[in-house]
């Protein structure tokens, strides 16, 4: 059976999503903002949710209508056949989000959904399920343009950058998609060096090693499809167990981590020991200013301090020039990357950057820096 899909994804990543939903057997893939639109099978759907490393959720697309009020979404709701797509006994919630939206209210749109979803429960099965907006079994999505509503169910569950890996964890850190995402932007391939020398709670770390290992990022999760009345346990067992058996054993691969904050190398080591990623990759406690690269030639990833207060930007700012000095004089040969919401740092840091490509942070706009330090360039005689 053919399905239609959204794939939500961090802006700046929906090219990348749609190479990685082709390779999945995605088909009729379509690019917007903050996502993909994709048909398949189930299969498809599962191996999506399994495989991706940038989606955030995917989303089933059930029906799509014409609104001028909430009650036309009202009616669009109580028309789908919610119970044969979950049982009665699943808690459920709606999600509701919107571009442009005319009408006054999104909660009194989402309360008219619920409406419409439990009517429709009392009217085929004689009771209707409870709702849970924390930690339900299903949720129904809501998205709302100016003149369009169109209704989904979730099949992912928990949102897919939550791989279960990342047990401890320090102040702002990057989410599992959009590090994802920033690795394979780098064109970093596991037969290189990788260093993140402000690896905080290590989730550049995580990422690279499974990418390393070929591991499927859901393989230690569960997903929202398994609620749902067409879930296929037996496609989904087939799926899960090519995958794990696909799982690579490198003798050795050169992934480094390193942070200032003793705090923080804690907690990068705890969650690559609870991973079984350890034996992989090293973390040590130390200051960027005071490192040298480990070979003549790798990538360095980092997510440097984007200060909020004016101290803050003053502490940077007298920062960035030191660290453009040890990057000329320690990191000759390497790619450099930075991920930041700090436009400033190329020029304070006296370097030009070969690429800049804009990413967010959820709402925060950013910048992924490329700088290219060639090597020989910069070393004086």
């Not at 429960?121 to 209707?128: I, P, V």
């Not at 706009?365 to 360039?377: K, N, P, Q, T, Y």
């Amino acid at each position: 059976m053919m399905n239609h899909y959204f794939a939500i994804c961090p802006r700046g990543l929906e090219t990348l999503l749609q190479d990685e939903l082709a390779a999945l057997g995605a088909t009729e893939l379509k690019i917007t903002h903050g996502g993909v639109h994709f048909a398949g099978d189930w299969a498809v759907c599962y191996r999506a949710n399994l495989e991706s490393r940038l989606a955030t959720r995917i989303l089933w697309h059930l029906v799509t209508g014409p609104y001028t009020r909430e009650d036309d979404i009202y009616r669009l709701a109580v028309r789908q056949l919610w119970p044969n797509h979950f049982s009665v006994a699943n808690t459920f919630r709606v999600v509701t989000t919107a571009i442009k939206c005319p009408l006054k209210s999104l909660d009194f749109v989402t309360l008219r959904v619920k409406d419409a979803v439990c009517d429709r429960f009392r009217e085929d099965a004689g009771e209707r399920p409870n709702i849970d907006t924390r930690y339900p079994d299903v949720s129904v999505h809501v998205f709302l343009t100016a003149d369009r509503c169109t209704l989904y169910l979730d099949t992912s569950g928990q949102p897919l950058w939550q791989r279960g890996f990342r047990r401890a964890s320090v102040d702002a850190p990057v989410k599992e998609n959009l590090a994802a995402g920033i690795l394979k932007l780098s064109g970093w391939q596991p037969d290189t060096p990788l260093v993140d020398p402000m690896c905080g709670s290590g989730t550049f770390l995580l990422e690279a090693v499974q990418m390393a290992l070929d591991r499927a990022p859901g393989l230690d999760r569960h997903f929202g499809f398994e609620r749902l009345k067409k879930f296929d346990a037996a496609l989904w067992t087939h799926i899960r167990n090519a995958a794990l058996a696909r799982v690579k054993n490198p003798a050795q691969l050169d992934i480094r981590g390193s942070d200032h904050d003793e705090r923080a190398v804690r907690a990068a080591r705890r969650n690559l020991e609870e991973a079984g990623f350890s034996q992989w990759v090293r973390v040590d406690t130390a200051d960027l200013l005071e490192l040298s690269a480990p070979a003549p030639a790798g990538t360095l990833v980092a997510n440097p301090p984007y200060g909020e207060r004016l101290g803050e930007q003053e502490e940077l700012a007298a920062f960035y020039p030191q660290l453009g000095a040890v990057l000329k004089r320690h990191w000759a040969g390497w790619n450099c990357f930075f991920f930041t919401a700090d436009l400033r740092l190329p020029k304070l840091m006296g370097l030009k950057p070969s690429r800049k490509t804009p990413l967010y942070n959820g709402p925060l706009e950013c910048r992924l820096f490329e700088i290219r330090m060639v090597a020989g360039s910069n070393r004086k005689p």
